[in-house]
């Protein structure tokens, strides 16, 4: 009987969501207890593959999101301030932001999640936004801060968004960044409809403006003083709650490699005001 109450109070909230949004998918209690685990490798596959923001304070906590050299784009931001839309570039941003729809948990919308007339609005109008040719943004003040990514294209992100084993569901994804100190980390919730356990996924590194003239892993030269390199130095995996029950000790951390036949990862900061931040990856996508 409660199974069924709690799964009517689901319902009822995912009917306030477009129906063009694909809602996480519902398991049995049995099942999902039974392999709830195999989430584990799940979470720290996804640590080591994703980067996005929107910005939250100018203040840095050390309180993450998802930074990587990974191939994709991503838009970062936060309730845009009526008394910074005062410039093109602002109010465009501030429309970037509105078109995004809120999604459940707080994750992140994809161009998998949401309808995709909507996508490409969102997309094109990034695409204004990169057209201002901004340079130097590696080196801008304003790149410091806590952000959480809001929409990303990017193919790892489109994956955990859409679905996760067990029912479970991508939350929040944040990154608290200071490019002063060299350090940015990567935090992403992990939850679940019925309240069976909710997790984390975290990731450290290090963070500089990248060398004038270097080349991504596609091609691209970094000519407009818009990139960082960056450097992972852990990986963290956290049960944090099982049936509303905190967790503590369980943990998980790995230290990952550098494969030198790779090329150094990095991300280029192609638009960047007070609440928005655009970044693309190695290959393109939108973060």
């Not at 799964?7 to 039974?34: F, G, H, K, L, Y």
């Not at 050299?69 to 465009?92: K, R």
Request: proline residues 6%.
């Amino acid at each position: 009987e409660i199974h069924k109450i709690r799964n009517d109070i689901i319902r009822i909230r995912n009917d306030t969501i477009e129906q063009e949004i694909q809602p996480c998918s519902m398991v049995s209690m049995s099942t999902a207890t039974r392999s709830f685990f195999s989430l584990v490798c799940v979470a720290l596959c996804w640590s080591s593959n994703t980067s996005f923001a929107l910005h939250l304070s100018s203040a840095v906590s050390r309180r993450g999101m998802l930074a990587s050299g990974a191939s994709a784009a991503y838009i970062f931001g936060i309730n845009p301030n009526p008394a910074l839309a005062d410039t093109p570039a602002n109010t465009s941003s501030a429309t970037l932001l509105s078109l995004i729809p809120p999604m459940r948990f707080g994750a992140p919308a994809t161009n998998a999640t949401i309808s995709k007339y909507l996508a490409v609005e969102i997309e094109t109008m990034a695409a204004s936004l990169e057209s201002l040719d901004m340079r130097d943004n590696a080196k801008s003040p304003l790149l410091s801060g806590s952000w959480r990514l809001v929409y990303s294209n990017g193919a790892e992100i489109t994956s955990l968004a859409a679905q996760l084993p067990l029912g479970f569901c991508l939350g929040k994804t944040f990154q608290p960044l200071d490019t002063s100190a060299g350090f940015f980390e990567n935090k992403g919730r992990v939850e679940h409809p019925l309240g069976l356990a909710r997790l984390q996924t975290n990731v450290v590194g290090d963070v500089h403006v990248a060398q004038p003239g270097t080349v991504n892993a596609v091609g691209v030269v970094n000519d407009k003083g818009n990139r960082v390199d960056v450097d992972f130095r852990v990986i963290t995996f956290q049960l944090d709650e099982v049936f509303g029950i905190p967790i503590a000790g369980f943990q998980k951390s790995l230290t990952p490699k550098a494969d030198p036949e790779k090329a150094q990862p990095a991300n280029d900061v192609t638009y960047l005001d007070k609440t928005t931040r655009i970044v693309r990856g190695g290959e393109g996508a939108l973060f």
